[in-house]
């Protein structure tokens, strides 16, 4: 593939085994707001305005940088070929546009009624998500591979 991205992942320190980033009165403000994600009236609004911008630029980037020549670029499936692993999915806001763009995408949440608003989204959509209720550390345990990894709203 392409030409092959390095992060500051790699070069981190390792976690203590069984520490976590997570913020459960976080996880809880969001678990509460699931049922409300896909509302473009409700409180993930701003996030609904800001979605075609986000989706340009993980477009723009991800062709240009990893698209094997001639995988669907310029097409309806520009992502096809490239695995995308989006964390701290929530609805899946996100994860459903990459999919349309032909990404296999991996969507990642600690909050198990997200990823079931999520999963319902998705599936009455058409598109084949793998969304897991997990933390991003469990991920990183199972040294999974992706092309392409978005943590939007994360800190």
């Known amino acids: 593939m392409g030409k092959q991205l390095t992060g500051i992942a790699r070069d981190a320190p390792p976690q203590p085994q069984g520490a976590s980033a997570l913020d459960r009165d976080e996880v809880a403000k969001f678990e509460a707001l699931a049922e409300e994600f896909w509302d473009p009236s409700g409180p993930m ?92 550390e469990t991920m990183a345990e199972a040294r999974g591979v992706f092309d392409v990894v978005l943590a939007m709203e994360v800190i």
């Open 45 to 136: 609004r701003p996030l609904h305005k800001l979605n075609p911008l986000r989706i340009a630029y993980i477009l723009d980037h991800a062709t240009r940088l990893l698209a094997p020549a001639g995988a669907g670029a310029g097409g309806l499936r520009p992502l096809a070929g490239l695995r995308l692993a989006d964390i701290g999915c929530g609805a899946g806001l996100l994860s459903e546009p990459m999919a349309r763009l032909g990404a296999e995408v991996t969507g990642v949440d600690p909050s198990p009624r997200s990823i079931e608003i999520a999963s319902a989204h998705a599936a009455a959509a058409g598109l084949a998500i793998d969304y897991r209720a997990t933390t991003v």
